[in-house]
Every structure is written in structure tokens, then in C-alpha cells.
T-cell receptor
Framework: RKEVEQDPGPFNVPEGATVAFNCTYSNSASQSFFWYRQDCRKEPKLLMSVYSSGNEDGRFTAQLNRASQYISLLIRDSKLSDSATYLCVVNRGSGYSTLTFGKGTMLLVSP | DTAVSQTPKYLVTQMGNDKSIKCEQNLGHDTMYWYKQDSKKFLKIMFSYNNKELIINETVPNRFSPKSPDKAHLNLHINSLELGDSAVYFC????????????FGPGTRLTVL
């Protein structure tokens, strides 16, 4: 099983749609979880951290289920500017540990 | 006031050459990283340094040699470049390297001919 697996995509949605991304991770010792966004030919940028209780930032909601080792990202009222690749990111455990990036799911929002 | 900067942005070179990429961060972070993103867009960690000390080396060929003169700088030197080294190399930094969020530089697009 890959360390971090995401929906392969791409997701093509109209403006205003709600879209959900799913991610699973294999390391039960992981303690930090993030969603990053990467625009074409740009660097990854932090979208939001993901907390056990779930968290929301405007139109974006992230959920974490530690028992199932599952993370989700919900985008409501999609905008054209949301078109990007969304990367699920998980750390490898405690202490000095790097982040493992999923392959990403591309989102294309059309008018 | 760029947070993480890399030079050069583009690098085109012949097989067998040696090249270096430089990275600097002004965030006051203790930890810096090098990642490789290949043509399939998969982002893979290569190295991690904390306060100038190497803490993670992800089985990268020894043609790749990172150097950290101080905690704000992490350079990557590549010897005897191969076609398969063509990729985008991203530098990143984070506060303490313990699974905290990372901030990325704009990337260096390396093409080996």
C-alpha cells in the first residue's frame, strides 16, 4: 500500500459545484496532516492543516478519521480560481520526520 | 520579501556536467529540505537538514551532495548529470522539522540534454 493515496482525478466541475477529495495513508504513527495546493508550474502551497476534530476555512472543510486513516477535503461553491492540483500530505511519525506527499488530484473548474 | 528563494529558476545542461542549485530562507526556520518532482508530478523528499546537520537522506545517489553553510541556506550540488535527473527541484523550510508545515521555494526546472 502506498504511503499516501489520493483519488486519481482529474475532477471536472462547473462553477458553484461542491467537490470532495479523498485520501488514505498507511502509517498509523502519522500525527500531522495537511492539504496543499499546487498550481501549474508553481510550488506547492499550504491550503490548510487537518485536525482530528475537523476544521473549516471559508469554503474549505477538512476531516480526519484516524481509525480509518482517511482524510478528506470538501470545497463548496467552487470558483474558477480553485482549479489546481490538491495534495494530501502526511508526516511519517514523531520526532524529526519528513512529510509524505500524495500524487495529487487535479481539479478543473469550468464556467 | 521572498520567504524561500532558489536560484537559478531554469537550468539546461548537458549530460555529464556538474551543476549547483542554491536555496535561502528568511523565515528563521531551523529545518530545510530538498524535493524532486519528476514528470509524473510526484513530489519526493531527497534531503532534510536541521540547523546545518543532515537528518534525512532518502537513498539519493551520491552524485547529489547537499551543503548547508548555515541554517538559512541549503545548496544542492549534482555531479555527472544524467537524463533521469531532469525534474523540478524544490527547496522548502519549516520551523522545527517535526512534521510541521513546510514552505516551498519557486522551484528550479532542470533539463539534462
Amino acid at each position: 500500500r502506498k504511503e499516501v493515496e489520493q483519488d486519481p482525478g482529474p475532477f471536472n466541475v462547473p462553477e458553484g459545484a461542491t467537490v470532495a477529495f479523498n485520501c488514505t495513508y498507511s502509517n498509523s504513527a502519522s500525527q500531522s496532516f495537511f492539504w496543499y495546493r499546487q498550481d501549474c508550474r508553481k510550488e506547492p502551497k499550504l491550503l490548510m492543516s487537518v485536525y482530528s476534530s475537523g476544521n473549516e476555512d471559508g469554503r474549505f472543510t477538512a476531516q480526519l478519521n484516524r481509525a480509518s486513516q482517511y482524510i478528506s477535503l470538501l470545497i463548496r461553491d467552487s470558483k474558477l480560481s480553485d482549479s489546481a492540483t490538491y495534495l494530501c500530505v502526511v508526516n511519517r511519525g514523531s520526532g524529526y520526520s519528513t512529510l509524505t506527499f500524495g500524487k495529487g488530484t487535479m481539479l478543473l473548474v469550468s464556467p | 520579501d521572498t520567504a524561500v528563494s532558489q536560484t537559478p529558476k531554469y537550468l539546461v545542461t548537458q549530460m555529464g556536467n556538474d551543476k549547483s542549485i542554491k536555496c535561502e530562507q528568511n523565515l528563521g526556520h531551523d529545518t530545510m529540505y530538498w524535493y524532486k518532482q519528476d514528470s509524473k508530478k510526484f513530489l519526493k523528499i531527497m534531503f532534510s537538514y536541521n540547523n546545518k546537520e543532515l537528518i534525512i537522506n532518502e537513498t539519493v545517489p551520491n552524485r547529489f551532495s547537499p551543503k548547508s553553510p548555515d541554517k538559512a541556506h541549503l545548496n544542492l550540488h549534482i555531479n555527472s548529470l544524467e537524463l533521469g535527473d531532469s525534474a523540478v527541484y524544490f527547496c522548502a523550510s519549516s520551523h522545527d522539522g517535526q512534521g510541521d508545515e513546510q514552505f516551498f521555494g519557486p522551484g528550479t526546472r532542470l533539463t539534462v540534454l
